[in-house]
């Protein structure tokens, strides 16, 4: 299965080694074909190596899950 990506504004990064991601996605109506904006929050995993701050925007990939909510992690700062 291919890992998911995503490109998001970083919404907090008050966590040990977490960010809160925030990314809007375009989708389409099934039935009238109407493109809605949703917006999604994901917590994601910060290497050592990479350092983000607030309102950076980042890519963010799937991963194994590392606690609860954390199954994301940070690929690289855009």
Same mark, same amino acid.
């Given at each position: $299965?291919?890992? #998911?990506?995503? +490109?998001?504004?970083? =919404?907090s990064? =008050? $966590?040990? =080694? %977490?960010?809160?991601?925030v990314?809007?996605?375009?989708k389409?109506? &099934?039935?009238?074909?109407k /493109? $809605?904006?949703? %917006?999604? %929050? ?6 050592? =190596? +990479? #350092?983000?701050?607030?309102? @950076?925007?980042? /890519? !963010?990939?799937?991963? /194994? &899950? !590392?606690?609860? @909510?954390? #199954?994301w992690?940070? #690929?690289e700062v855009?």
């Amino acid at each position: $299965m291919a890992k #998911k990506n995503f +490109i998001g504004k970083v =919404k907090s990064t =008050k $966590m040990q =080694k %977490t960010v809160s991601v925030v990314v809007n996605i375009m989708k389409v109506h &099934p039935l009238y074909g109407k /493109r $809605m904006r949703s %917006t999604k %929050t994901f917590k994601a995993h910060i290497p050592e =190596k +990479i #350092k983000v701050k607030e309102g @950076d925007f980042v /890519r !963010i990939e799937s991963c /194994r &899950p !590392i606690s609860k @909510d954390k #199954k994301w992690q940070v #690929k690289e700062v855009l």
